[in-house]
């Protein structure tokens, strides 16, 4: 539960960064979560934050390098690799809640941004749902380039506090920190595709469920040139194996396979033996 375990944080909106221990079991959401733009946060929270608690001490090494993703398609993931993916996770919720909180700096933002013809605000993800981190990662490309004039023009701004200033410099994400975050965001695209397809309410879905499952399984094993992706995907496939593979013969297992066998759009892809066992289970049923 490596990377599970390092995405996500109790409180969004809070500073407190002293829950990295926590497991956080949350695969088992991935299908049946969907996250609104603002993840129900407060955007309109911009307040002075000098009593807030200090975010400014992690400062991840900048080396997410080939050293820190060495691995096999059959090795074990280097543990570090996980903790820097959680650590850039905290960067990125840090200079969000930095922003969010600082009238000041939600305005110079903002008039960036405007100046980009950007009219959507930074958004915060929440805790164990996948999408949601999705959305946040794709919002905070939105604004890279925002961010990055931000920073040019940070010691110039008027009204921000120092603290304010080193928690934003604690927070800068690197050109290999943004690659990262962009694979991570390339991965999870996929999750949040399979949900959105899943959720539909004006089509039956159940029958679906097969097709998202073999799909996802296929993309998690599909290792990739890109080390970034492949070692994700690896951190992820765990995971999905253990929530989402349900036990042979289980009563969920032969009615996932029926509804697929009896919908015309997912019966080819059924799989010999699903497809058998499908059969058995409608003529005991009948």
Do not use: C
């Not at 410099?169 to 690659?179: E, G, V």
């Amino acid at each position: 539960m490596l990377l599970s375990a390092q995405l996500w944080e109790d409180e969004p909106e809070s500073d407190d960064d002293n829950d990295d221990d926590e497991q956080l079991e949350s695969i088992d959401n991935v299908s049946v979560n969907i996250n609104g733009d603002d993840s129900g946060n407060d955007d309109n929270s911009h307040g002075n934050d000098e009593d807030e608690e200090d975010e400014s001490t992690f400062v991840p090494d900048d080396n997410t390098s080939e050293s820190d993703s060495d691995t096999s398609d059959t090795g074990p993931v280097n543990p570090t690799y996980a903790l820097n993916i959680g650590e850039l996770m905290k960067k990125g919720r840090t200079v969000i809640t930095t922003i969010r909180k600082s009238g000041i700096l939600h305005d110079a933002v903002r008039n960036i941004a405007y100046d980009s013809s950007i009219n959507v605000d930074l958004i915060l993800d929440m805790r164990i749902r996948w999408n949601s981190s999705y959305n946040m990662l794709n919002r905070l490309f939105v604004f890279q380039s925002v961010l990055e004039e931000l920073y040019v023009q940070i010691d110039s701004l008027s009204g921000v506090t120092k603290r304010q200033r080193e928690k934003l410099m604690s927070a800068y994400l690197s050109n290999s920190d943004w690659a990262l975050l962009q694979s991570l965001q390339f991965v999870l695209e996929r999750f949040s595709d399979a949900t959105e397809l899943i959720s539909g309410k004006s089509y039956p879905t159940i029958s679906i469920v097969y097709a998202v499952k073999l799909s996802l399984h296929h993309f998690l094993n599909d290792l990739t040139d890109d080390i970034n992706v492949s070692i994700i995907k690896q951190m992820l496939l765990a995971e999905f194996d253990r929530y989402m593979t349900l036990p042979v013969n289980s009563k969920e297992t032969d009615i996932i396979s029926a509804a697929a066998l009896l919908d015309p759009s997912t019966h080819d892809i059924l799989q010999l033996d699903d497809k058998k066992a499908a059969e058995k289970f409608l003529i005991l049923e009948v």
